[in-house]
């Protein structure tokens, strides 16, 4: 997996046109950290703004998880789309886990526990539209694991 670019996500977003360069990069877009080391668990993520625009109201973003490596379990109070692009992965959301794969399509409302875990040996890489504006992440407390790890399919899931 590359290694983070440390400029700021706001260069250049107000291009016209960006070129794909190639491994899932595109032209003047930086690769990024997934989120502050230490902030919340994670393995293996990375992060790219493709646009972000205020009149849009909205951020399209790309991350892609190494093999073996998941995204935070968290929820918002913003609703994201997903599509993904690469790879294969088990999501969760609410109270369903399924398996992803190229070109699937995920939304996850508002207030709704998710989390994406690669599959295989491939990375996994997903397109992200959220508001520009939106909240932090709530993280899972004790009894909100409890809650959830009553459902076997998600008690499964969280051991993976």
Known sequence: MDKPDHKSSDDKQAALFRAFADNFRWEDVSLLAYKEEGSAPFKSITRQVLFKDDA??????YFEVAPGGYSTLERHEHTHGVMILRGSA??????EVRTVKTHDLV??????WHQFRTKGDEPMGFLCMVNVERDKPQLPRDEDLNAMKANPAIAGFLKS
């Open 56 to 61: 849009l109201r909205c951020e399209l973003r």
């Open 90 to 95: 088990d999501v969760l959301v609410g109270d």
């Open 107 to 112: 939304r996850i409302p508002a207030m709704t």
